[in-house]
C-alpha cells in the first residue's frame, strides 16, 4: 500500500550533532541524560534511543513504564529514569526491567521496598524546590530523609530537581533560589547518612543559561531535537543546533477562485483577489494544529503560502496565488527548509500560541515517520 505523502522526515545525524554540540558546549564532566519522553518528542522512541546511545547518552529519561519498557525491547541497556511515578501494581516490572524510580512520596517507597525483597532497589529522589508540580516539598526533606532512612532496602543513587522558569532571564534569582534550596535538601540526606552518588537539576535551559546547576547529569530533551529558539532565555550564549524533524506532504488540489470566494469551515476566508487556492492533505488530527487557521504558513515551489481559512481534521487550504507555478503534487514542506525559504517548528509554535515542545509532540501517530541519516 502506499500511504499518502504526508511524512515526518527524522534527520539521525542531527540528532547525534545536537547531542555532541550541548555536550561540548556544556564542557565539563557531568554525565548527560537524554531525555526521551512523549516519544521522543515526537520523534520516534527506538530510532531516536538507538542514535542517542551511539552518540554517548549517559541515561535515558521517560515519562511512563511503558515508554522505559519500549527502550528495554529496543535493546537500550543503559540505566533508564522513569519520571512518572510507580503506580501500584508496577512495582515488579520496574525491579526485573532494572528501570530506576522516581520517588517522591514514602507510600511509594515503601511499595518498592517491599516488592525489592530480600535485594536492594536503586530509587531517585525528586525534591520540589518551586516548581510546584510532583516532588517532596523541600521544607519537608529532612523528615522525608529519616523516613527514608528505615527502609534498609532501598537504596537513594541521586537527588535531583527541576527548574520552573530557568528559560527566562528575569527569574534568574528563582532559578538560584531552587539551586539553594536544592542543595539545602540534599544536605538534610546527607546528615542522615544518604550518600546520592549523583545530584542533578539542569535541563536544557538551566544546562545552557545556569552553568552552576550542571551539577553530575545534565537532563537534556528539546535541545536534542534542536528545539531552543524559544525554550533558551534570548540573550544568552547558546549550542549551535540542526532541526531534526521536517514535515512535507504535496499538493492534492489546485482550483482558480473568483474575488469574493470564502474557503474553509465558517468561511473565515475570503478571496481579495482572483485566487489560486491549493488544498494539502493534513489537519488537526495529524498535528497540524487549528490555531493556524489563518496564520500559518507553508512553503511551496520555494515561496511562503499562507493557511486559508480553517485547519480541519484532514485537509488544510493554502493561497497559492503569489507562489509559481502552482501545480498538484508539488511538494509542500510544513516544518523545514525549501531554496531560501525555512519553517522551523518554533515558528508554528508562535502563530499557534504555543511552545515548539507542543508541535512535534503534537505530531501524531497517523503521520509516519521516516528516518534517515541513520
Ligand atoms: C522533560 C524533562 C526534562 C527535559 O526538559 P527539556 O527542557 O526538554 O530539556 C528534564 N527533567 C525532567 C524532570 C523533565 O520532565
Avoid at 182 to 193: C, D, I, K, L, P
Avoid at 331 to 344: A, D, N, S
Wanted: hydrophobic share 40%; charged share 20%; aromatic share 8%.
Amino acid at each position: 500500500m502506499s500511504p499518502r505523502p504526508t511524512t515526518a522526515i527524522i534527520d539521525l545525524e542531527n540528532l547525534k550533532f545536537n547531542f555532541r554540540s550541548v555536550k561540548s558546549f556544556v564542557g565539563g564532566s557531568p554525565m548527560c541524560m537524554a531525555v526521551i519522553k512523549a516519544d521522543a518528542y515526537g520523534h520516534g522512541t527506538k530510532e531516536c534511543a538507538v542514535a542517542l546511545d551511539q552518540a554517548g547518552a549517559d541515561w535515558f529519561g521517560v515519562a511512563t513504564l511503558e515508554e522505559a519498557m519500549e527502550l528495554r525491547t529496543a535493546g537500550i541497556g543503559k540505566p533508564i529514569l522513569c519520571f512518572g511515578g510507580v503506580w501500584p501494581g508496577q512495582e515488579s516490572e520496574f525491579l526485573k526491567f532494572d528501570i530506576t524510580p522516581l520517588i517522591f512520596d514514602i507510600q511509594t517507597a515503601k511499595r518498592i521496598s517491599n516488592a525489592a525483597g530480600i535485594g536492594t532497589a536503586r530509587v531517585h529522589v525528586k525534591i520540589d524546590t518551586g516548581m510546584g508540580r510532583v516532588g517532596v516539598p523541600f521544607a519537608e526533606a529532612a523528615a522525608f530523609a529519616a523516613e527514608l532512612s528505615f527502609l534498609r532496602n532501598l537504596e537513594v543513587e541521586a537527588i535531583m530537581s527541576h527548574f520552573a522558569a530557568a528559560d527566562d532571564p528575569d527569574e534568574a534569582d528563582f532559578t538560584h533560589l531552587q539551586i539553594d534550596r536544592f542543595h539545602a535538601a540534599v544536605a538534610e540526606f546527607q546528615s542522615r547518612g544518604t550518600r546520592p552518588r549523583f545530584l542533578d537539576i539542569a535541563n536544557s535551559p538551566g544546562a545552557v543559561a545556569f552553568p552552576s546547576s550542571t551539577e553530575d547529569m545534565i537532563r537534556i530533551g528539546g535541545l536534542l531535537f534542536g528545539l531552543g529558539g524559544d525554550v533558551l532565555p534570548p540573550n544568552v550564549e547558546k549550542p549551535e543546533l540542526k532541526p531534526v524533524m521536517s514535515l512535507v506532504t504535496k499538493v492534492a488540489q489546485v482550483k482558480r477562485v473568483p474575488p469574493g470566494t470564502t474557503l474553509g469551515y465558517g468561511r473565515t476566508f475570503t478571496a481579495e483577489r482572483e485566487s489560486v487556492i491549493g488544498t494539502i492533505p493534513i489537519g488537526y488530527h495529524d498535528g497540524y494544529r487549528r490555531g493556524l487557521t489563518n496564520k500559518g504558513r507553508v512553503i511551496i515551489n520555494g515561496e511562503y503560502a499562507p493557511v486559508a481559512g480553517r485547519v480541519s481534521m484532514d485537509w488544510t487550504i493554502v493561497d497559492l496565488t503569489d507562489v509559481p507555478e502552482p501545480t498538484v503534487g508539488a511538494e509542500v514542506i510544513l516544518i523545514g527548509r525549501q531554496g531560501q525559504r525555512t519553517l522551523l517548528a518554533e515558528d508554528l509554535a508562535r502563530e499557534a500560541s504555543t511552545i515548539s515542545y507542543e508541535i512535534t509532540c503534537g505530531i501524531s501517530g497517523r503521520i509516519p515517520r521516516v528516518y534517515v541519516n541513520g
